[in-house]
């Protein structure tokens, strides 16, 4: 395996910081996904790559691990690689630093789908691009594990129609949107009172311009689930797992 590494730095603005001067979760997702994108571009696989072929990559998993919180006044540097794919999944890790300091883990799993019908495809579709890649085995964090179980005993939250501004050049809504989405799930004096240690996220279906959408919460030990529902099917996934009060 090689030690290929894209490295990005990122200069961070007001904006992208939350009532508590801490880096917003939809921010961190907007970032490592742009290192994606510049990892792929410089791979052969990126969008410009496969836009011709009708062929394109979708996000389908998230885990996010903070070893502290992301504060007002850091700047972030991100590390990316693409591990070796399983199956028809394409596995990519991030290391975040500000500055020298090591302050978060992400783990993703993508697809790579035909954009007419979303039909998952195997890696060898990619050629000689994924032939000659230089996948990475070291993994940043342990994903305890990609499934999020479903609620049983939820409580509606809030609902909301997706709009144009949540949508994406695929026509649906971009995964750093879901982040926020879930977040409002919870108050500024939950989200106050203990920092979060860790949050999952899975996509399940698209949601397009018009879905409606249901929010629903189920409290659990150390944090809570949640689940983004279009009438009967669930769109989305989330997990949230709170440090310890203080912290």
Excluded at 191 to 207: D, G
Aim: charged residues 30%; glycine residues 4%.
């Amino acid at each position: 395996m090689s030690d290929y590494c894209n490295t990005t730095q990122y200069l961070l603005r007001y904006s992208d910081f939350d009532f508590k001067d801490e880096l917003q979760p939809s921010t961190l997702l907007s970032i490592v996904q742009e290192a994606a994108c510049s990892s792929a571009d410089e791979l052969g696989f990126g969008y410009d790559d496969l836009r011709p072929r009708a062929i394109g990559f979708i996000v389908v998993n998230t885990y996010c691990v903070f070893k502290r919180p992301i504060r007002l006044g850091d700047n972030l540097t991100v590390q990316t690689w693409p591990l070796p794919p399983r199956h028809v999944f394409f596995e990519r890790d991030y290391r975040v630093l500000a500055g020298e300091e090591e302050v978060a883990d992400v783990a993703s799993r993508w697809c790579l789908v035909d954009l007419k019908t979303f039909t998952l495809l195997m890696p060898d579709v990619l050629g000689e691009v994924h032939a000659r890649c230089p996948y990475r085995a070291e993994k940043t964090t342990e994903v305890p594990a990609w499934k999020i179980p479903h609620i049983r005993e939820g409580r509606v939250v809030y609902e909301a129609e997706v709009r144009n501004s949540h949508c994406d050049h695929y026509l649906h809504a971009n995964n750093a949107r879901y982040a926020d989405f879930f977040f409002d799930c919870f108050s500024m004096e939950e989200l106050a009172a203990r920092p979060v240690a860790a949050f999952r996220i899975t996509y399940v279906k698209q949601a397009k311009e018009g879905s409606r959408l249901t929010f629903v919460r189920e409290d659990i030990a150390d944090g809570a689930l949640c689940e983004a529902r279009a009438g009967d099917e669930i769109i989305a996934q989330f997990r949230v797992r709170f440090g310890e009060d203080g912290q």
